[in-house]
């Protein structure tokens, strides 16, 4: 009982014990932060308890929901829940694959203006070029040259979030570089090495943490667009984009057929959105 | 003077780099584009003919060169699939595109301008708060979501709007006004939604300005403030970010039309990436690209224009 019971805040110079675990404080962060995990788990368990496979013609076509098809079956008689369950895995594996591929290449992009200022305008251009280019039509151009599916989206996922950490990054460097500290780390000695892993690196992680959640949301985005255009995810692979466009001729007989996976979509990039949100005022108040 | 001849050579580069990719596209992609033409029964020999007819056995750089000199005189070439002039293509749909995008211009002015004066000043903490919670949920509705939402509601259980299809502007302005609701809708509303956050931002500033002190210490009403000082101040913005979104608006015009059966070019650009028509693909991505960037541009420029800090930033 020694402990003096008068401070009830903690002083004020001593850092947060975890910036990442204070943020989902605050309501609306903790409920984003429900949604993805409750995504992310009805989309990896989900497909564990089904008694189907998404491609599998498993009733007569277009029955509505009931007798063992919780959700009925489409236009061939395949189980609508068991396509949108793994419509949710090929989103997830999606996002899962191009977000840390675009995270660290456009940060390691975003870094090289601490070797050579010639280089690091050049990167600069290129962003401003990807930068240029609607998302939907780069997702297009890649779908003409390397085929519509999976792996033409994963680019055009890559190729447009990878800006937005590239110049985040670039921006933090010269944002510690000028600092008096750094001048001060350079003046007694410390290693060039040691001062960007230290004291720049930590300011890079915390913006590419937040842009993180709003690159999924992206990465979904993207396949919806080209999948719902006929340009995503090829038949009869099923993702969220291409149910909601299989779905969407149905909207008067089957509503659920479109309005299952387009509420999945909506819950999932208000998950992410209000997580962006929450890291990102976390990240600033610090 | 400077500034805006160093904008428009910057822009002139990234639209030559951009070219150059779109037009690499058929380099990388698999498959040969005579066979293309030249139909699933064709011979060797008649491949080839068709590949020499259509150039493709010049080097790349040569037949980069001559796309771009043509299309620069409006030539865009001849669709492999159809047989008619791309330009003759495009202009058909052309229309139809452009009005959805104008229509989900107007309408994010309106919404935005609204939810954002709530959010900045609105008094009514409840109106505030569910303004609030809206916007956020319209941020993470993107276009083919909200599209399958308004035809649900709408068209489904109202039965008030078509689901789909259009009508010619001209032979039937009012039909046409109503097929177009729902899809402009659609495309407003995530951007209508950006903007309203960014604005709310940006009036909050405003407000505390001193000139706002003045108007508030002439006896300006606080609507007068609001709607005649401190909105208006914010056009900047809004023309920024009106050309920052127009690539944007018409990537999700391009989605939005497939969903409601409009003949765009959306259509057109899907129809040639599945059928591997080179010429009418590259060519819309070309202009969609370019007026993505020329839009980003002109805006930049009306900033300039009106703004002398930005030339000045960027002189320094």
Known sequence: MTAPATTTAPPLDR???????????????????????????????????????????????????????????????RDILARVLHGIRTDLVITLVAVPIAAVLGTALGLVGVLSRLLAAAVQRLFDVLLGVPVIILGVGLALAAGAGVRAIIVAVVLATLPTFGRQAHSAVNSQLGREYVTAAVVIGTPRRKILSRHVLPNVVDGMVALAAVSMATAVTIEGGLSVMGLGVVPPQPSLGSMIRDGSPYLFDQPQYALVPVTVVVLLVLGYTLLADALNAAVLRK | MAYYLRR??????????????????????????ATVVAGPDATPEQIAAVRANLGLDAPFLS????????????????????????????????????????????????LSAAAGVVLATGRNGAVRAAVDYLTTLALSVPPF????????????????????????????????????????????????????????????????????????????SRRRIVWRHALPASLNLYIVQLGINFGNLIGGALVVEAIFARAGIG?????????????????????????????QMVSEMVIARVDPRVKARAAR
Do not use: C
């Open chain 2, 63 to 110: 037949r980069y060169g001559g796309w771009l000199g043509d299309a620069l005189r409006g030539d865009l070439g001849t669709s492999y699939t159809l047989g008619q002039p791309v330009t003759d293509l495009i202009g058909q749909r052309l229309g139809s595109t452009l009005q959805l995008v104008i229509a989900a211009m107007l309408l994010m002015g309106v």
């Open chain 2, 145 to 220: 979501v909200s599209s399958i939402i308004l035809i649900f509601a709408f068209a489904v259980i109202w039965q008030v709007l078509p689901s789909g299809g259009e009508a010619s502007i001209t032979a039937d302005p009012g039909g046409a006004l109503r097929f177009l609701v729902l899809p402009a809708l659609a495309l407003a509303l995530p951007n209508a939604a950006v903007l309203a956050r960014l604005l709310a931002t940006d009036m909050r500033r405003s407000l505390q300005e001193e000139y706002v002190l003045t108007a508030r210490a002439k006896g300006a």
């Open chain 2, 267 to 295: 259509g057109l650009l899907v129809d040639a990436v599945t059928t591997r028509d080179y010429p009418t693909a590259q060519a819309v991505l070309l202009l969609t690209v370019a007026a993505a960037i020329l839009a």
């Open chain 1, 15 to 77: 850092p947060p014990r975890n910036r990442y675990l204070q943020a989902l404080t605050t309501a609306k962060a903790r409920f984003g932060l429900t949604l993805v995990l409750l995504m992310v788990a009805i989309g990896v368990l989900g497909p564990l308890l089904l008694s189907y496979g998404p491609e599998q013609q498993s009733g007569s076509a277009l029955t509505a929901p009931g007798g063992g098809h919780p959700l009925g079956t489409d236009e061939v008689g």
């Open chain 2, 8 to 33: 428009l050579l910057g822009v002139l580069a990234t639209l030559l780099v951009v070219s150059l990719l779109v037009f690499s596209l058929l380099q990388l992609a698999p498959g040969d584009p």
